[in-house]
Nanobody, 115 residues
Framework: QVQLEESGGGLVQAGGSLRLSCVVS????????MGWYRQAPGKQREWVAT???????TYTDSVKGRFAIARDNPKNTVYLQMNNLKPEDTAVYYC?????????WGQGTQVTVSS
């Protein structure tokens, strides 16, 4: 019943910034953690960041200090602020809502970082 839709991707030069948004609609599970993953061509989907209902945040090492995940619960939206982007950040970024033992995924938004 839950649907996730990402937006905010685009083309940016190295060192630039983007903010991704993920809007959740449908039947929302209270207390569910939210996350961001990314997948580059030919690579497995990689976990990027997670935020809990209480705003506890975790990040993969490669984005620490550069990315920030946040949520606006009244708007049912989670964000990924991406600063100091690097070419290796180029990927399709996916939002996920954790509803253990399963998860609901968005359709993805493309982020391309040029050198």
């Amino acid at each position: 019943q839950v649907q996730l839709e990402e937006s905010g991707g685009g083309l940016v030069q190295a060192g630039g910034s983007l903010r991704l948004s993920c809007v959740v609609s449908g039947r929302i599970v209270s207390g569910a953690s939210m996350g961001w993953y990314r997948q580059a061509p030919g690579k497995q989907r990689e976990w990027v960041a997670t935020i809990t209902r209480s705003n506890s945040r975790t990040y993969t090492d490669s984005v620490k200090g550069r990315f920030a995940i946040a949520r606006d619960n009244p708007k049912n939206t989670v964000y990924l602020q991406m600063n100091n982007l690097k070419p290796e950040d180029t990927a399709v970024y996916y939002c996920v809502m954790y509803t253990s033992p399963s998860a609901t995924w968005g359709q993805g938004t493309q982020v391309t970082v040029s050198s």
